[in-house]
């Protein structure tokens, strides 16, 4: 019998903060606000930290854990709007008078969710792909260049495909164009904002865990 092998605590505590921060985003979304002249969502406040995770995952246990978390936390986000969208479905009883707001929070236009979906798995695998790429180049030096590189390479594929694909032929092309820059800066300097904390946090991993893995030879694939 093959022995497997055993995910510790912590990885299994990232990987819970992962999928609800995912999920979080999709329910916090529904909410727009303006600093200065942009427009942004209230889910600017947690999906930024998926990409931490993310960065702490891949530099810690490889690109092969990663990948596994991005896999969970597509399917757990998945699962989620799948029974909201149920639920949303499902006729209320005479006496409810909030589906209008029910809707507002849990109906996500099918458009909307394909873009979500697309933009999240595209973005993610390239944020493992810089960090453990990097890794390798720099000998495990340089941990905040490629935390930060690998921010703006996932959030900018993340923005060029998730507006495009949700609001093309809605909104402007050139308002399409500032909420993508608007969005990569913003989720980026929250990234380097954070960073103290994930430097402090990769490091007392690394420690505790006893596993600082090196990426050679790995397969690069999705699946």
Same mark, same amino acid.
């Given at each position: 019998?093959?022995?497997?092998?055993?995910?510790?605590? $912590?990885?299994?505590?990232?990987?819970?903060?992962?999928?609800?921060?995912?999920?979080?985003?999709?329910?916090?979304?529904?909410?727009?606000? @303006?600093?200065?002249? &942009?427009?942004?969502?209230?889910?600017?406040?947690?999906?930024?930290?998926?990409?931490?995770?993310?960065?702490?995952? $891949?530099?810690?246990?490889?690109y092969?854990? +990663?990948?596994l978390?991005?896999?969970?936390?597509?399917?757990?986000?998945?699962?989620f709007v799948?029974l +909201?969208?149920?639920?949303?479905?499902?006729?209320? +009883?005479?006496?409810?008078?909030?589906?209008?707001?029910?809707?507002? &929070?849990f109906g996500?236009?099918?458009?909307?969710?394909?873009? /979500?979906?697309?933009?999240?798995?595209?973005? /993610?695998? &390239?944020?493992?792909?810089?960090?453990?790429?990097?890794?390798?180049?720099?000998?495990?030096?340089?941990? /905040? &260049?490629?935390?930060?590189? /690998?921010?703006?390479?996932?959030?900018?594929?993340d923005?060029?495909?998730?507006?495009?694909?949700?609001?093309?032929?809605?909104?402007?092309?050139?308002?399409?164009?500032?909420?993508?820059?608007?969005?990569?800066?913003?989720?980026?300097?929250?990234?380097?904002? @954070?960073?103290?904390?994930?430097?402090?946090?990769?490091?007392?991993?690394?420690?505790?865990?006893?596993?600082?893995?090196?990426?050679?030879?790995?397969?690069?694939?999705?699946?």
């Open positions: 019998m093959k022995r497997q092998e055993p995910v510790s605590v $912590t990885f299994m505590l990232l990987g819970v903060t992962f999928c609800v921060c995912l999920i979080l985003a999709n329910l916090l979304a529904t909410k727009q606000f @303006l600093l200065g002249p &942009l427009n942004l969502t209230t889910g600017v406040l947690v999906f930024p930290v998926s990409y931490v995770v993310n960065d702490c995952i $891949t530099e810690v246990w490889g092969r854990r +990663a990948k978390i991005i896999w969970t936390g597509f399917f757990m986000n998945f699962a799948l +909201a969208w149920l639920a949303d479905m499902i006729p209320g +009883a005479p006496y409810w008078t909030n589906q209008e707001g029910f809707h507002a &929070l996500l236009a099918p458009r909307v969710a394909l873009a /979500s979906f697309a933009a999240f798995l595209i973005g /993610s695998f &390239l944020n493992a792909y810089v960090m453990s790429v990097m890794k390798i180049r720099d000998k495990g030096r340089r941990f /905040s &260049l490629r935390a930060i590189a /690998s921010t703006v390479v996932g959030e900018l594929a923005s060029m495909v998730f507006f495009p694909v949700a609001l093309g032929g809605i909104v402007p092309k050139e308002n399409l164009l500032i909420m993508m820059v608007s969005q990569v800066a913003i989720k980026t300097l929250y990234e380097i904002i @954070l960073l103290p904390i994930t430097t402090r946090i990769v490091a007392w991993l690394k420690r505790t865990e006893g596993v600082d893995v090196y990426d050679e030879g790995v397969r690069y694939s999705v699946l």
